[in-house]
């Protein structure tokens, strides 16, 4: 897929990873609709982005509300071909913690946020792309959702977060193999430690500690990295099922 055919829906899409990412596809010529629960940061990335962005209000754990959101995005853009999954929390907490186990509702709502929201949409965006007209590539659309190394080596206090985390790269290929039919890519890219507001409200000495633990090059992410890698996934026809790690080669120690 060209850049410039892009019509993107991204989630998270006012702020950190999928701001960068936005910036990146009007950058290159393609549109998007950003779906957040910030309205404030909504309304700055659609003065900066001007006419190419649209931001739209969406809760990604509330199923119709994201149904809504990709068809008000279709009416919008016309057609959506690329969906990005990025709106998640961290949601740190120790399952025995100082003062009590951890309640079941703050666990379930990381989960609820990061991976029922990244299915929400994946499978609303996969439903609106069915009936694209195959590319020059002969795909109908693009999907990537947003997991993090805490997938696969979450640290003490990250049950919840890598649990969710760890769902997101284990549907990513069962729902590539199943959108293969309709001509749709799945993929998912897991980020290190990345410079975003996520990362920019913790003590400065922590996120200096953070860069260091990084092998090479040692430092935190950019966000313009990731949105690299995301467009690359786009644009690469043959990228397919699969979980790409952007981590500067960390591997996250036990605590
Ligand atoms: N920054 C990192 O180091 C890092 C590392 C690994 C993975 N990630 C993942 O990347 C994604 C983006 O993170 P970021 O660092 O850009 O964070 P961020 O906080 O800058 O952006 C996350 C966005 O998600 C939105 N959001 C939260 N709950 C929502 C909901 N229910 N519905 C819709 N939007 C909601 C927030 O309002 C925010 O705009 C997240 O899924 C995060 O877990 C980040």
Redo the contacts with the bound molecule.
């Keep these: 897929m060209n850049i410039t055919e892009v019509k993107a829906v991204i989630?998270?899409?006012?702020?950190?990873?999928?701001?960068a990412l936005a910036r990146k596809v009007v950058a290159g010529g393609g549109q998007a609709v950003l779906?957040?629960?910030?309205d404030e940061?909504g309304a700055a990335a659609e003065d900066e982005l001007g006419t190419a962005v649209h931001y739209c209000h969406?809760?990604?754990?509330q199923e119709q509300a994201v149904t809504d959101a990709v068809k008000w995005t279709v009416n919008k853009l016309g057609s959506v071909n690329v969906a990005v999954?990025?709106?998640?929390?961290?949601g740190a907490g120790r399952v025995l913690g100082r003062e009590a186990p951890m309640a079941l509702d703050f666990f379930t709502k990381v989960i609820?946020?990061?991976l029922v929201?990244s299915f929400n949409l994946t499978k609303a965006a996969g439903a609106a792309m069915e009936s694209n007209p195959r590319n020059d590539d002969g795909e109908r659309g693009v999907i990537i959702s947003?997991?993090?190394?805490?997938a696969f080596e979450g640290q003490i206090g990250q049950a919840a977060?890598s649990a969710s985390?760890a769902g997101i790269a284990g549907m990513t290929l069962p729902i590539a193999r199943e959108f293969a039919r309709i001509d749709v890519r799945v993929n998912t890219i897991?980020?290190?430690?990345?410079?975003?507001?996520?990362?920019a409200g913790m003590p400065e000495h922590i996120q200096e500690s953070l860069g260091a633990s990084v092998p090479f090059p040692s430092r935190?992410?950019k966000?313009e990295e990731?949105a690299e890698l995301a467009v690359h996934i786009m644009e690469n026809s043959y990228i397919n099922g699969t979980t790409i790690r952007l981590d500067g080669a960390v591997r996250l120690s036990p605590k």
């Design positions: 989630s998270g899409g006012v702020s950190g990873l999928g701001l779906l957040d629960v910030n940061a969406t809760d990604v754990t999954c990025c709106a998640g929390v961290v609820q946020i990061n929201g947003t997991a993090s190394v805490a977060y985390k897991a980020p290190g430690i990345f410079m975003t507001p996520m990362v935190l992410g966000a990731f």
